[in-house]
Every structure is written in structure tokens, then in C-alpha cells.
């Protein structure tokens, strides 16, 4: 069943701006993570944030959680245009004896050059 | 030094037709996965193996049978092949424990015509 939700389908922004996507998700997780996948390639792991952490950093990434609220943002700070790509999120509700992500349906990303 | 290597990357075949898809790790990861990615770009989980162990078969038709002679390989089968099977098949590896993100292939497109 599906458990991200992502927000908005579609971002396009100019080169240098800021990007902000948003993933809201039903049941209590583990962790959360977001992936890229480039057009006709594998999804890319790019950052993993448990679920009590609040926020995360990875270079020009910015992730954070509210698990109140079932909700993540990835931002991407002074976007280049290799970051054109579709990003998702993905969810880790699983029990014990098992690890399995939910994937949302991605937000598509254009950064005009 | 591919992580996740999956073969072939492109396969047409007719209705009815039986096709393998290759999946092979060099990353000592101990669970393998199968997704399947529509038209939409959802990506939903079919598979999961822990050391060679099925661990996750989600709700998808008996025609579709995985394999794994070792933990370094998860083939997929798919027998009697029907027109809704075209997607893109991505496999993936990880480590069991929460925190660690997945390392996927980069897809096989199947187009069943």
C-alpha cells in the first residue's frame, strides 16, 4: 500500500533557487528517506532521518520530520541544473524481523539553466 | 565496479513468452528486493530476500516467481507474460538493520507486446 505522499508532483525553478518538497506519510516509521532518480536510471539513496530525529543535513540537502504532523521536507539549497531529476520519499514502517521502504509517487524536478 | 548490477536493461517480448531478469550485489548486503515501477513512476515492492530466505511477498501473481541461489542474487521469473507486466523492474540491496538506505540496479524496461 502506499504511505508517502509527495508534494508537489511537478517543481520547476531556475538555476541557483531553492527547492523545497514536501512528503506526508499515514502510519508511525522508523525512518524516512529520500531518494533521486535521473531519467532511465536507479533510485539513488541521497538521506536517511530517524524518526526521532527532527532535521538533517547532507551538503546542499536539508531534510526534516515532524512526526506530529506525518510529514518531511527535503529542501535543496542553490539548485544546479544536474539536479533535474524525479525525488521520492520513502517510509520504513515495518516490524521487527523485517526492513521494507513504501515509496511515494515522487515530485518531478526541472532546474532551468 | 557496479553495486547492483541487474540484465539485461531493455527486454521486448510477446504475450505468453517466459523471461528471466538477473540481479546480482557486490556489496556483502544481506537483503535483496524486486520493485516494479509503472507508467507513473510508482515504484511497488513485489519481493524481499533475507540470506537467500523470502521475507516479503507482497500481492502479485503466482506467475512472477523470484530466485535466489545465494544472498548475492535474486533472479526474477515471470512466466506466461501479459501486456499489463510492461514496467520497469528495479532490484535493490541493503543491510537488514533500520538505518541503512538501498543501493538499486539501475532496471530492466520489459515491454510485453
Known amino acids: 500500500s502506499q504511505q508517502g505522499e509527495e508534494d508537489p508532483q511537478a517543481l520547476s525553478i531556475q538555476e541557483g533557487e531553492n527547492a523545497t518538497m514536501n512528503c506526508s506519510y499515514k502510519t508511525s516509521i522508523n525512518n524516512l528517506q529520500w531518494y533521486r532518480q535521473n531519467s532511465g536510471r536507479g533510485l539513488v539513496h541521497l538521506i536517511l532521518i530517524r524518526s526521532n530525529e527532527r532535521e538533517k543535513h547532507s551538503g546542499r540537502l536539508r531534510v526534516t520530520l515532524d512526526t506530529s504532523k506525518k510529514s518531511s521536507s527535503l529542501l535543496i539549497t542553490a539548485s544546479r541544473a544536474a539536479d533535474t531529476a524525479s525525488y521520492f520519499c520513502a517510509t520504513d514502517q515495518s516490524g521487527a524481523g523485517s526492513y521494507q521502504l513504501t515509496f511515494g509517487k515522487g515530485t518531478k524536478l526541472s532546474v532551468i539553466p | 565496479d557496479t553495486a547492483v548490477s541487474q540484465t539485461p536493461k531493455y527486454l521486448v517480448t510477446q504475450m505468453g513468452n517466459d523471461k528471466s531478469i538477473k540481479c546480482e550485489q557486490n556489496l556483502g548486503h544481506d537483503t535483496m528486493y524486486w520493485y516494479k515501477q509503472d507508467s507513473k513512476k510508482f515504484l511497488k515492492i513485489m519481493f524481499s530476500?533475507?540470506?537467500?530466505?523470502?521475507?516479503i511477498n507482497e500481492t502479485v501473481p503466482n506467475r512472477f516467481s523470484p530466485k535466489s541461489p545465494d544472498k548475492a542474487h535474486l533472479n526474477l521469473h515471470i512466466n506466461s507474460l501479459e501486456l499489463g507486466d510492461s514496467a520497469v523492474y528495479f532490484c535493490?540491496?541493503?543491510?537488514?538493520?533500520?538505518?541503512?538506505?538501498?543501493?538499486f540496479g539501475s532496471g530492466t524496461r520489459l515491454t510485453v507486446v
Open positions: 530476500y533475507n540470506n537467500k530466505e523470502l521475507i
Open positions: 535493490a540491496s541493503s543491510q537488514s538493520h533500520r538505518g541503512s538506505g538501498y543501493t
